[in-house]
């Protein structure tokens, strides 16, 4: 019985902790076919086709092939840089976020920044780590 009320205890610390994990999948927009010019879009990790249309926000451009993004470049666009939320980095090859509480190093190329209360990401610096 006490494992039973220590279980429900600890229900909303498990919910809270799966909150805050990155995610390992990124969503992607448009279908990607290979070697496309492309862009990562910062604030959700999503790639694109580059079709020419403006960007709206921060991203990162570079070559798409097979899901991945050869990052070319640092961060253009237009928007505000991160000071709060979960520290962490974006890594730019397939747009996952990872918390610094992650066990590994990023892979390059990355950058550092917060994921925000609403799931956005924003770098605290315009400048990709190659």
Not at 18 to 37: I, M, T
Request: neutral net charge; proline residues 7%.
């Amino acid at each position: 019985m006490k494992l039973e009320r220590l279980a429900y205890a600890l229900l909303p610390l498990i919910g809270a902790l799966a909150d805050c994990r990155g995610s390992a999948e990124p969503s992607v927009r448009q279908p990607l076919d290979a070697d496309q010019r492309g862009y990562l879009l910062l604030r959700d990790g999503s790639l694109h086709v580059d079709d020419g249309t403006p960007i709206t926000g921060l991203f990162v451009r570079g070559t798409l092939h097979d899901g991945r993004l050869a990052a070319v470049g640092n961060v253009e666009g237009e928007g505000p840089l991160g000071e709060a939320g979960q520290p962490g980095w974006l890594e730019l090859a397939d747009g996952s976020f990872r918390g610094d509480q992650t066990a590994r190093v990023p892979f390059k190329p990355y950058l550092r920044g917060y994921r925000t209360r609403d799931g956005e990401f924003r770098p605290s610096t315009r400048t990709v780590v190659y």
